[in-house]
Nanobody
Framework: QVQLVESGGGLVQPGGSLRLSCTAS????????MDWYRQAPGKQRELVAG???????NYADSVKGRFAISRDNAKHTTYLQMNSLKPEDTAVFYC?????????????????WGQGTQVTVSS
């Protein structure tokens, strides 16, 4: 089965940096857009950044200039470099992707969510 797993979260001081990773595993033929979402307590889950299969990126206004998304297609991995972190960035960060995979010899596309990784920005 295909799995999507995030890592790299933790506790960081305001102004600090973290790099999140999201790696897909399984019988993967390809991955379209890979996106990072976050959900703070009492808030709706929001899109933070996305990157297409061809490397085009988009960011939420709140993180533009501070976060950078990238991907390594050979490793089926996306990264979110987060700089100049603010307390309001505190949230569980989730990776999301549409993954083309094989079920036997049948190719299908499914949407997957990672389990989430906690990012806490606090002094």
């Amino acid at each position: 089965q295909v799995q999507l797993v995030e890592s790299g979260g933790g506790l960081v001081q305001p102004g600090g940096s973290l790099r999140l990773s999201c790696t897909a595993s399984g019988s993967i033929a390809g991955i379209s857009a890979m996106d990072w979402y976050r959900q703070a307590p009492g808030k709706q889950r929001e899109l933070v950044a996305g990157i297409s299969e061809n490397g085009r990126t988009n960011y939420a206004d709140s993180v533009k200039g501070r976060f950078a998304i990238s991907r390594d297609n050979a490793k089926h991995t996306t990264y979110l470099q987060m700089n100049s972190l603010k307390p309001e960035d505190t949230a569980v960060f989730y990776c999301n992707a549409d993954i083309r995979s094989y079920y036997g010899d049948v190719l299908r596309t499914r949407n997957y969510w990672g389990q989430g990784t906690q990012v806490t920005v606090s002094s």
